[in-house]
Each structure stands twice: as C-alpha cells, then as structure tokens.
Nanobody, 114 residues
Framework: QVQFVESGGGLVQPGGSLRLSCAAS????????AGWYRQAPGEQRELVAY???????NYAESVKGRFAISRDDAKNTVYLQMNSLTPEDTAVYYC????????WGQGTQVTVSS
C-alpha cells in the first residue's frame, strides 16, 4: 500500500515562505505525476500543483508565480516551495499522485497569519 508523508508546514506571516516535503513509499512518483493538494476549513480539497514524470509542471491560477513544485526521484520525494504566502493559502496540504491514488496521508498544516 502506498503511503504519503507530508512535512514542512507551520505558522508563517503574510508574505513569508515555506517549503513542504512529501515522501512516498516505493517508487510511485517515478511512474506517475505527483500532485500537491490542499483543503481549507469548510472547503473541498483542491489541486494546487502537479509535476509529471518528465518534470512538466502545472499550477492552480491562485498560486501561479508564487509556488514551485519539484521532485527528487532518487529520494521518492516531492517538494512545494511556497512564497509570498497570503491568509488565503491557509489549509492542510496533502500530496498524492495526480490523479490521486490510494489513501491520503495526514497532511501538513499551513497557517498564514499575522
């Protein structure tokens, strides 16, 4: 069973930055696109960014130009660099394949507040 473990969240002031990491069991990211998702309170989970097996990237309009997704296949790890954070980015962030596969991990909480 594939497992995803997210880390790197925290409390940050508006305009700040965070780098999230996602470690996957096995080599699933070598075979499928990897995605970062987020879910804000009372909202549906949404796709934030994804990266293909050939390193092509795609971003939600709300984060384009501020977030950057990358991957390290040797470590089965995907990263999300988040810059110029706003309170609207507050959410629990999850990773998975794109489209999602298997169970969701616990996610990592990102809170943007002054």
């Amino acid at each position: 069973q594939v497992q995803f473990v997210e880390s790197g969240g925290g409390l940050v002031q508006p305009g700040g930055s965070l780098r999230l990491s996602c470690a996957a069991s096995g080599s699933i990211f070598r075979r499928y696109a990897a995605g970062w998702y987020r879910q804000a309170p009372g909202e549906q989970r949404e796709l934030v960014a994804y990266i293909t097996t050939t390193a092509g990237t795609n971003y939600a309009e709300s984060v384009k130009g501020r977030f950057a997704i990358s991957r390290d296949d040797a470590k089965n790890t995907v990263y999300l660099q988040m810059n110029s954070l706003t309170p609207e980015d507050t959410a629990v962030y999850y990773c998975s394949t794109r489209p999602p596969f298997g169970s969701w991990g616990q996610g990592t909480q990102v809170t943007v507040s002054s």
